[in-house]
C-alpha cells in the first residue's frame, strides 16, 4: 500500500499486504489515518493504518455463520469518528462503525455503496437506483425515509456501482442503459454469425454436450438469472427465478440439468442445479462459507470441478454419488482457475499464475500430480477442449489462440497459434466462450455496435436533491 504526493514525487510504502489479499478500497480520515478493506474475493476485512506507515490495524472481520462474507467501500466520515461500509452477505447491508468504540449498527438492510454527502444525506445504490436519505452525523441514524433519487446508474456483480459524487455537488454516473450483448458465432477465420437472440447483458455462455441449446447468464438491474436458448428454435426461456444472483451455469454430460452458482439461501455463491427442462425444485449441492463456481464435469458425470475461493482461488471436486462431497484437487499460494476436463477424462486444463502471470498448465486427470506440461508461452486464461481432443484453446487478450494436442503414446502439445482476434467479452475467472461440438466454431458475446456506455456529468446536484429530499 503505497501514497504519493499529488505535486509530484516518488510513492512512499506504508504497509506490505499480502500480494493475494488485493486491496480493494480506502478512506482517509482526519485523524491522518486511511480506512480500507482487503481480501481474496469475497473475504474482505475492514482495516485502519496510519497515513505515517506501519501495520494495519483490523477494525472488523466478516462472520460467514452470520451471512456476513465480506466488507466494501469504506468512507471515514466528515468528523472522522465513524466509518460508513457495506456489508456484503444475502442481502446486502449498509452500516457504521464508531472509530472511538467500536460499535457496529445496521443503516440500511437492502443497499450498497454508501456515501455521506456535504448536503447532509447519505446516498446508496439498491436495485440500480441511487436512493437518498436524511443522516444525523451525531447520533449516526438515518433520520429521514429513503427515496429514489436517481434510476437505471450501471452496475456489474461483486463492483462498485459507476457513481460518485464531488464534495460542492457535482454528480457523475454512467446510465445502465448502455450495457447490451450479442450472442456471435466465431469461425477459425474469424467470420462471424449473429444468433437471433436479441440484444441483453449476457455472461457465462455454455453449449450443451449434444448441441441443441445454450446455457447463459444475463445480467439485469444488478443481478443475474440463468436462461435456457434453444439454437434450432431461436427461443429462450428462463430457468432460474430466484431475486439473488443466479450465474455461471455449466451442463450435466448428459445435457439434463444444469449446475450454476447462486446466493440464494444466503449462500456466497454456493452451487444448486436444475432440470434444464425446468422442472423440478433447485437442488443445493455445497454449503461453503467460501466463494464457489463450477468448471467442468467428467465424462461419466461422477465428478464436477469448481473453484473454492479462500486465500487464494484454488480448484475443488465435487463428488456427485452420495451426499456431494468435495474435496482439493489444486490448491496453493497461486491461483488456479478455469479447470476444464478433458473429453477423454484423463486430463484437465486450466490457468495459474504461478510463474507471474497466467499462462494454461495441463495435468492429468484425476492423480494430478502425475505430471504438468505449460500449454502457452506468453500469457493465456480460460482453456476449452476441442470435442475430440486434438486441440486446446484459450483466450491471450483480444485473442483466441490454439494448441495442437497429441495424448499418445505420451502427452505434447505443438505451438501456440492465433485463430483470430476481436473485441469479445472476456472473463479471468469465467470463461466467456465456448466450442461447438463440431470444434469449428466457438460462441462468442459481443457488445452491439453503438450501446457503449457514456459518463453523464450533473452539475449543482445538491439543488435537485433538496428537492426531492428537504433538509430541515
Not at 456515501?115 to 446516498?123: A, D, K, P, Q
Not at 437505471?152 to 454528480?171: C, K, N
Not at 454516473?173 to 449476457?202: F, M
Amino acid at each position: 500500500m503505497k501514497k504519493i504526493p499529488l505535486a509530484g514525487g516518488s510513492a512512499i510504502t506504508l504497509a506490505e499486504v499480502d500480494r493475494l489479499l488485493q486491496l480493494q478500497a480506502g478512506s482517509w480520515g482526519l485523524d491522518e489515518t486511511i480506512v480500507f478493506t482487503a481480501g481474496f474475493g469475497r473475504a474482505a476485512r475492514l482495516y485502519r493504518i496510519s497515513v505515517s506507515g506501519g501495520k494495519p490495524e483490523i477494525l472488523a472481520t466478516p462472520d460467514p455463520d452470520e451471512g456476513i462474507y465480506s466488507f466494501a467501500t469504506p468512507q471515514v466520515l466528515p468528523d472522522g469518528k465513524a466509518v460508513l461500509f457495506t456489508i456484503v452477505g444475502s442481502p446486502q447491508q449498509i452500516a457504521v462503525l464508531s472509530l472511538e468504540t467500536g460499535e457496529q449498527k445496521i443503516l440500511i438492510e437492502n443497499g450498497r455503496q454508501a456515501n455521506y454527502l456535504e448536503s447532509g444525506h447519505l446516498i446508496y445504490e439498491q436495485s440500480g437506483n441511487l436512493m437518498a436519505a436524511l443522516f444525523n452525523l451525531t447520533t449516526l441514524e438515518v433520520t429521514s425515509t429513503p427515496v429514489p433519487v436517481l434510476q437505471g446508474v450501471r452496475q456489474f456483480l461483486q463492483r462498485p456501482v459507476d457513481y460518485a459524487v464531488s464534495d460542492e455537488g457535482t454528480l457523475v454516473y454512467v446510465p445502465d442503459s448502455g450495457r447490451l450483448n450479442a450472442l456471435v458465432w466465431v469461425d477459425r477465420e474469424g467470420q462471424e454469425e449473429r444468433l437471433g437472440a436479441e440484444p441483453r447483458g449476457y455472461s457465462d455462455p455454455r453449449i450443451s454436450p449434444d448441441g441443441l441449446r445454450l446455457a447463459v447468464a444475463i445480467n439485469e438491474s444488478g443481478t443475474a438469472d440463468v436462461w435456457i436458448y434453444d439454437l434450432e428454435r431461436e427461443i429462450p426461456t428462463r430457468l432460474t427465478f430466484d431475486p439473488a444472483t443466479d450465474h455461471w451455469p455449466i451442463w450435466t454430460p448428459d445435457s439434463q440439468r444444469v449446475v450454476f452458482d447462486s446466493t440464494r439461501e444466503g449462500a456466497p455463491h454456493n452451487l444448486f442445479w436444475k432440470a434444464a427442462d425446468g422442472t423440478g425444485p433447485v437442488q443445493r449441492l455445497t454449503t461453503s462459507p467460501n466463494t464457489q463456481g463450477a468448471y467442468s464435469f467428467s465424462p461419466d458425470g461422477m465428478s464436477l470441478v469448481h473453484t473454492e475461493v479462500s486465500t487464494s482461488r484454488n480448484l475443488q471436486v465435487l463428488s456427485m454419488e452420495g451426499e456431494f462431497t468435495s474435496q482439493p484437487l489444486l490448491q496453493s499460494e497461486f491461483n488456479e482457475r478455469n479447470g476444464a476436463i478433458s473429453p477423454s477424462g484423463r486430463f484437465i486444463a486450466y490457468d495459474s499464475n504461478e510463474s507471474g502471470q497466467f499462462e494454461i498448465y495441463v495435468r492429468p486427470f484425476p492423480n494430478v500430480d502425475d505430471g504438468k506440461w505449460q500449454i502457452s508461452s506468453d500469457g493465456g486464461v480460460a482453456p476449452v477442449w476441442h470435442p475430440k481432443e486434438q486441440e486446446l484453446f484459450y483466450r491471450n487478450g483480444s485473442a483466441l489462440e490454439g494448441v495442437t494436442i497429441k495424448t499418445e503414446p505420451t502427452f505434447t502439445a505443438g505451438s501456440p497459434a492465433v485463430l483470430f482476434t476481436g473485441n469479445y467479452l472476456t472473463g479471468l475467472t469465467r470463461r466467456q466462450y465456448d466450442i461447438a461440438p463440431d470444434g469449428q466454431r466457438f460462441l462468442m458475446i459481443k457488445a452491439v455496435e453503438g450501446s457503449t456506455a457514456q459518463i453523464n456529468v450533473v452539475l449543482n446536484w445538491f439543488e435537485e436533491l433538496k428537492r426531492l429530499v428537504p433538509t430541515p
